[in-house]
């Protein structure tokens, strides 16, 4: 079992927020990304956030988004279309899309519209 399985998601998400508003993004669209690929609404991402959820509870009571299988690309040098392990590919997921976001790409690419 990978450790980032195990970690909060509350003690990565202001990385997230962190890395976007740097290039000129925001938490709010940091947030859109989130619940698009998750499911979830402002209530449950704060309620998990505020609540400790490990990644793998975080992602086993998420509803993945069906359009999720489009983000494509790499993140830390690993093509998430390739990454085996089912949890890991949906913590990769939201790496690439925080990643596209602060890179610039325009909302509806990101949230593959």
Known sequence: ???IFTTSVADVYPHYVAKAERKGRTKEEVDEVTRWLTGFDD??????LEAGTTFEEFFDAATLNPLSSRITGSVCGVK???VEDPL?????????????????????????S
């Open 80 to 82: 998430v279309q390739e």
């Open 88 to 112: 890991m590919q949906k913590i990769r997921y939201l790496d690439k899309l925080v990643d596209e976001l602060a890179k610039g790409r325009p909302m509806e690419k990101v949230l593959r």
């Open 43 to 48: 209530a449950e991402l704060q309620g998990h």
């Open 1 to 3: 079992m990978h450790r």
